[in-house]
């Protein structure tokens, strides 16, 4: 997962630099393909992938919020639809939103506080558990004969890739740095450069965290973790309470920066849709204060909660994953377009390894693809589905649009 999502960085840098624009994706797949395809993915990317993360991760903030206060729980109810887990997920959605629409400013010092919180609590966290974390039953269980039977026949590498989805869903919003590309200074180097040396240290930290875990828990205390509390059980493990205490505020400190900066970064995509007449033209309008896309955020947040209250958001994640994967693929085939098209663009970085690597990035994120559709297909075909509604929606709007300029 790490190799693949950081082959693909290695081909967006190209694009970023290329294309410094608020947006990101958006406008690589617009200036490759067309609007439409732009379209499909702020689509997707609006009813789904952005907003139902936001809501998963702001939800995960409230359930490692129950470690100190009880009663933050999904079985207390406040109202018949609202749980009080819910409501300070929405609370916190609401907060970070608010602050968002006080300047890029005050939303990257938010942003650039709890990156370096989180990141030295994972470096604690990895530090702490290869000292003194090694519990013999769990590395005997995890790392002796796990793998014993298992031959690398067709049934094997089919079992890897299905199994690839949550991890590559756990890496996923790597690109959310491309969203904000109009308000980076020196956009054109330090876009590929961020993309490249960020994919890079989350790569290691979850390759870190995740030895830590298995050289802690047997599998089957990670697969049955109380409330998915895979992180405070591996830290109770190692130092009883009071380390599960503090990894589930180093976890608070983690998600809520991860919120962050989801909601800074999305609603640079939905802005970019309005300009191009293809979003609510009021989504357009910049805050002349404080130059944020106000209204953008706000959608963004209204969405989001409503998201957090249906409680079906992971679910939509599920769905979505085969969309966000084949996104992914059509923009780096769109490097190649553009390359054949687009000879003159300026490119002040160009893709390590064209054409070799965005093919095979292309080639490995197709097979898992193909595996998706055969043998999780409850999962694929809604997620498929879901983007090609936007098709007769882009329709629509390009001619209400047509009859509003009439």
């Not at 409501?87 to 010092?109: D, F, H, R």
């Not at 990156?115 to 994972?122: G, R, W």
């Not at 991890?167 to 919003?173: P, V």
């Not at 075909?381 to 709007?397: A, D, H, N, S």
């Amino acid at each position: 997962t790490a190799l693949l999502t950081i082959t693909a960085a290695l081909s967006y840098g190209e694009l970023a630099a290329a294309m410094p624009h608020a947006g990101g994706q958006y406008v690589y797949l617009r200036e490759a393909f067309g609007p439409l395809f732009g379209f499909l993915y702020g689509w997707t990317l609006f009813l789904v992938i952005q907003t139902g993360t936001i809501a998963a991760v702001a939800v995960a903030f409230a359930k490692f919020a129950g470690v100190f206060f009880p009663s933050v729980s999904a079985e207390n109810a406040v109202l018949p639809f609202l749980s009080s887990q819910q409501l300070v997920a929405i609370g916190i959605l609401v907060l970070l939103t608010w602050v968002n629409t006080q300047g890029v400013k005050t939303g990257s010092i938010v942003q650039n506080v709890f990156t370096v919180a989180k990141t030295a609590a994972l470096l604690g966290l990895i530090l702490f558990g290869f000292a003194v974390g090694r519990n013999e039953v769990a590395v005997a269980r995890n790392f002796g004969n796990f793998w014993g039977n298992a031959g690398w026949n067709f049934d094997t590498i089919r079992l890897v890739g299905v199994a690839m989805v949550g991890a590559l869903f756990s890496s996923d919003a790597w690109n959310n740095v491309t969203f904000t590309a109009g308000e980076i200074r020196n956009p054109k180097r330090n876009l590929p450069l961020s993309l490249v040396l960020g994919v890079c240290a989350v790569s290691f930290l979850y390759i870190a965290c995740n030895f830590v875990y298995l050289n802690a828990l047997p599998l089957e205390q990670i697969q049955n973790a109380p409330q998915d509390r895979v992180a405070t059980a591996v830290a109770t493990q190692i130092s009883g309470r009071p380390g599960s205490e503090v990894l589930a505020v180093a976890i608070m400190v983690s998600t809520f920066g991860c919120v962050n900066g989801m909601v800074l970064a999305g609603a640079r995509v939905y802005y970019a849709m309005a300009v191009d007449g293809l979003f609510f033209r009021q989504v357009a309008v910049v805050d002349p204060k404080h130059h944020v896309p106000v209204v953008s955020l706000w959608l963004q947040c209204l969405w989001g909660c409503g998201l957090t209250l249906t409680g079906r958001y992971n679910d939509l994640l599920d769905y979505v994953i085969f969309a966000v994967l084949l996104f992914y693929i059509l923009t780096i085939a769109g490097l190649f377009v553009l390359r054949r098209t687009r000879p003159e663009m300026e490119r002040p970085y160009k893709a390590f390894g064209y054409p070799f690597l965005p093919a095979l990035y292309m080639t490995i994120a197709g097979f898992i693809e193909v595996l998706l559709l055969l043998y999780k297909p409850n999962y694929t075909w809604p997620g498929l589905i879901i983007v090609l509604l936007g098709i007769p929606v882009y329709f629509l709007w390009r001619s209400r649009d047509r009859a509003i300029a009439r």
